[in-house]
């Protein structure tokens, strides 16, 4: 939980974005006549800075010039609008490795235009700033960032800049997008993570329209689900790999943020038809079975639907030549799975997620 007055001033924005999006929806035509001076967003104060409607900048996030605080030095971009509106907030490289999602910030950003645009966009485009430099998963002290919010003042300095963070920009925010990729040796199908059981959450990850929602509110300490649990709706985007650019990715990122700016009110942009959500409440993951290590090749793919029994691969035991079939145990989509590797006994291989009615 965050501190209780932050939580506060999070809850009360909340319910302010809640109450905005039908309001906004349904004076988009009046709006787009034009502001008047009533109409006119006030400027934004952010990190010691003071950002006027209608203008977008970039800066570091240094709360302090001090050695500690040194390791913060990660890019800040905002985009005022001219116009009222919601605050959507855009988070990459939480994962240093993770780069699709931070060139996903880096291009929403870039196409967003300031004086057309209704309300706030911020994006942090690689938080863990060393990490997505050094092609690092983890923080410059080994913890993952993303097990440490809200974070606490006196904590590592996963938890300092996790509550730097929370104190500083998440208050402005009444919507939030994570972006991230598979974690090493994996790759994800494009789909958003989400904690279905809110309803505004819901609307999001839908909205966000991708077609594929997999149900969970996260780990304790991530920044998705403390936010979640602060008011904010928050979804996360999951698609592709570590380590590299992956243009379909990237540009499925941007088009689904795009529609979520659009659902909010945010742009005139009309929001691409929303395809039908296929909405997984369940997941797990396929393991290679106990003494079957060895090189794995997957015959299955990402999208696949697989049924009970289906083959799914096999792993070959380079010294014995032994090879052993991976088999679906359950049916589903492939929603994750491991690359062509060495894997030892328990290593994930498949991720299949399915609807609990199935
Ligand atoms: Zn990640």
Same mark, same amino acid.
């Not at 490289?93 to 993770?98: A, R, S």
């Not at 080994?142 to 097990?147: I, P, V």
């Not at 035991?317 to 030549?321: A, E, G, I, R």
């Given at each position: 939980m965050l501190q209780p007055d932050i939580y506060d001033i999070v809850t009360k924005l909340r319910c302010r974005m809640l109450a905005f999006v039908p309001v906004v929806l349904a004076s988009l035509v009046t709006a787009a006549a034009g502001a008047s001076a009533a109409e006119r967003l006030d400027s934004l104060q952010l990190l010691g800075r003071e950002i006027a409607a209608g203008t977008s900048v970039k800066f570091p996030f240094i709360p302090d010039r001090s050695f500690e605080a040194s390791y913060l030095n990660t890019p800040v971009f905002v985009a005022r609008g001219l116009t009222p509106g919601p605050t959507l907030c855009l988070t990459a #490289?939480?994962? #240093?490795?993770?780069l699709n999602g931070v060139e996903v910030a880096r291009r929403a950003f870039a196409q967003t235009d300031p004086e057309e645009l209704r309300g706030t966009l911020i994006a942090l485009p690689a938080i863990n700033a060393a990490g997505v430099r050094t092609g690092t998963?983890?923080?410059? $002290?080994?913890? $993952?960032?993303?097990? &440490? %919010?809200p974070g606490r003042e006196g904590g590592s300095v996963g938890s300092l800049i996790a509550h730097s963070i929370t104190t500083n920009v998440l208050i402005h925010c009444d919507a939030l997008v994570d972006l991230h990729t598979a974690s090493n040796q994996r790759t994800n199908l494009p789909q958003i993570r989400a904690d279905i059981s809110d309803p505004a959450i819901r609307e999001l990850a839908i909205h966000f329209g991708l077609g594929i929602v997999v149900a969970g509110s996260g780990p304790d300490g991530s920044l998705r689900r403390e936010a979640a649990n602060a008011g904010i709706p928050a979804i996360i985007y999951e698609a592709g790999e570590p380590f590299r650019f992956q243009l379909d990715e990237i540009e499925r990122g941007v088009q689904g943020v795009e529609n979520v700016m659009a659902y909010l009110g945010m742009t005139e942009q009309v929001e691409r038809k929303v395809p039908d959500s296929r909405i997984y409440e369940r997941s797990r993951w396929i393991r290679a079975a106990r #003494?079957? #290590?060895g090189f794995f090749f997957p015959t299955a793919d990402l999208g696949d639907v697989v049924q009970s029994g289906d083959m799914l691969g096999t792993i070959v035991?380079? %010294? &014995?030549?032994a090879s052993f079939e991976v088999i679906a145990p359950l049916a589903g989509e492939i929603i994750g799975m491991a690359v062509p590797q060495p894997v030892l006994s328990g290593y994930a291989l498949f991720h299949i997620a399915w609807h609990a009615s199935d």
């Open positions: #490289g939480v994962h #240093g490795d993770e998963r983890y923080m410059s $002290d080994r913890r $993952d960032l993303n097990r &440490t %919010f #003494g079957q #290590g035991d380079p %010294f &014995t030549d």
